[in-house]
């Protein structure tokens, strides 16, 4: 669609800003009612990838607990998504970070990256709850993801103006992708919606269409990328691949980066294989590092387990698995979340450091603030790290 570009008179002027021109927004054609061709190839690896991603949600390892290995593979998950926009934390920054008090200071990249993760869990909880998924909650999507960062002020807010992907920050002169009008995003919006109610596709066939208008559609002023990698859960939940867990795509499509992106580029230029292969790639990836990431949560578990000198009902059997989807620690955490006195408290993370799960700080700056002490499971977090690296360095199949 060519649109006329009007400049922004309060801007300097330059003949690369001044003056008026054209441009092509692209407008995609609706999807609620596609129904894609696949090569056979194509067809193959996707029912492979929805199997693939089944059976991690059926087979986890129970001994580690479902809770904490479902909540590490979700923080995995948010993690990838906002790496892949360049947003970068350690997995120690970012778990003391998660604890903090109110008044404890928090940097930018934690906000973002933690308000990542509210926003798969709100997510995870929206497919759970609702029987239709309606423009108004891909919209709230957004709200959750950016209410606590730094630009709070456009959560769940569907932009006013055109926006655009690369080239200049005043107009879309030279822009890599110019998104649909504003005049567009309200139909298209519905559109989307009404696709992800659909329950006659392969989810990972499902997941990408979405995820690739999604983007294209870019209904946000900031926060899109992330935002259309949580609702990729939303298939996935909703097409009955995953219920009980999540299975951290973002951290296969971290992988390739410049594959996925030029897979966005071919499917606004009418071809959604190649982010469909994407998607199919990204699952198998995930899978194998999520059951790699089982198999070291559960070792953990049972070597700590095989060292812990403690009664049967003492405090720190309850604590212990909590470590490992909450490997950074306060006496007031276990406080508040066992409903145990400061005493007891204080008393299991003794133990608990004693059977080598949990490290103290080497410096404590007065017993009275014992309470705000930060105690860490190192090796879960080592873990972790683990599994991000994997991420990154998953070779390309096919």
Not at 59 to 68: F, K, R
Not at 294 to 321: E, F, I, N, Y
């Amino acid at each position: 669609m060519t649109r006329r570009w009007t400049p922004d008179p309060s801007l300097p002027a330059s003949p690369g800003l001044s003056l008026p021109f054209d441009y092509e927004a692209y407008v995609p054609d609706e999807i609620a009612d596609i129904d894609p061709v696949l090569p056979a190839s194509a067809s193959r690896a996707l029912q492979e990838a929805d199997e693939a991603v089944r059976e991690l949600n059926d087979d986890l390892p129970s001994v580690t607990g479902l809770e904490a290995l479902a909540r590490q593979l979700l923080r995995q998950e948010s993690v990838a998504s906002s790496r892949i926009e360049g947003l970068v934390m350690s997995h120690r920054r970012l778990a003391r970070a998660a604890i903090a008090e109110d008044d404890q200071r928090r940097d930018a990249n934690a906000e973002s990256i933690l308000g990542n993760i509210a926003a798969m869990e709100h997510t995870i909880r929206v497919t759970a709850a609702l029987h239709e998924l309606t423009p108004a909650a891909i919209v709230d999507v957004h709200r959750v993801l950016m209410r606590d960062t730094r630009d709070a002020h456009i959560a769940g807010v569907v932009r006013t103006s055109q926006n655009w992907i690369g080239g200049s920050n005043y107009s879309p002169r030279g822009a890599a992708f110019v998104p649909p009008p504003v005049s567009e995003v309200e139909r298209l919006l519905a559109d989307l919606a009404a696709f992800l109610n659909r329950r006659d596709l392969s989810p990972t066939l499902q997941a990408a269409i979405a995820h690739a208008q999604f983007e294209t559609i870019h209904p946000f002023n900031d926060g899109n990328g992330r935002a259309g990698r949580a609702l990729v859960h939303v298939m996935l939940r909703s097409g009955g691949a995953t219920t009980r867990t999540t299975v951290p795509v973002s951290a296969g499509l971290l992988s390739d980066t410049d594959g996925y992106y030029d897979a966005l580029t071919a499917y606004r230029g009418g071809d959604p294989n190649p982010i469909i292969e994407e998607f199919s790639r990204a699952a198998f990836a995930a899978v194998e590092n999520g059951r790699q990431l089982a198999t070291d949560l559960r070792a953990l578990h049972d070597g700590w387990a095989s060292k812990l000198r403690a009664r049967k009902d003492a405090v720190a059997w309850r604590v212990l698995p909590f470590l490992l989807r909450q490997p950074s620690v306060t006496s007031k955490l276990v406080q508040e979340t066992f409903g145990v006195t400061q005493p007891a408290a204080d008393n299991a993370l003794r133990q608990l450091q004693e059977a080598g799960a949990l490290v103290r700080p080497k410096t404590v700056q007065g017993e009275g603030q014992k309470r705000n002490v930060i105690w860490q499971a190192t090796e879960v977090l080592d873990a972790l790290d683990r599994f991000a690296v994997r991420a990154r360095r998953a070779p390309r199949t096919g």
